[in-house]
């Protein structure tokens, strides 16, 4: 059974930092595109963070580009993102998932919450 399973999140000053982690049991990723994707209560899911299978390439949506900082480790099959500079609007469940991301491997998500 392939699992992602994130985590580190947290309920964090605006301004503050956090890392996410996201490690994968079951299968190997190491020769996907994986994403983090977040999802704000009654909004969609969105891709905020990617990175190619090799670490060379990689991609934020805007409201996120020069905070967030995404790597992977395919030794250890864990992705990671690396939040600085976290605003309210931050707040969200995220997620980690192949790019595109696959329905079935979807886990619980890692809540992120920022107080201002």
């Known amino acids: 059974q392939v699992q992602l399973v994130e985590s580190g999140g947290g309920l964090v000053q605006a301004g503050g930092s956090l890392r996410l982690s996201c490690a994968s049991s079951?299968?190997?990723?190491?020769?996907?595109?994986m994403g983090w994707f977040r999802q704000a209560p009654g909004k969609e899911r969105d891709l905020v963070a990617a990175?190619?299978?090799?670490?060379?390439?990689?991609y934020y949506a805007g409201s996120v580009k020069g905070r967030f900082t995404i790597s992977r480790d395919n030794a250890k099959n864990t992705v990671y993102l690396q939040m600085n500079s976290l605003k309210p609007e931050d707040t969200a469940v995220y997620y980690c998932?192949?790019?595109?991301?696959?329905?079935?491997?979807w886990g619980q998500g890692t809540q992120v919450t920022v107080s201002s």
């Open positions: 990175i190619n299978w090799s670490a060379g390439s990689t």
């Open positions: 079951g299968r190997t990723f190491s020769s996907h595109a």
């Open positions: 998932n192949t790019d595109p991301p696959v329905g079935t491997y």
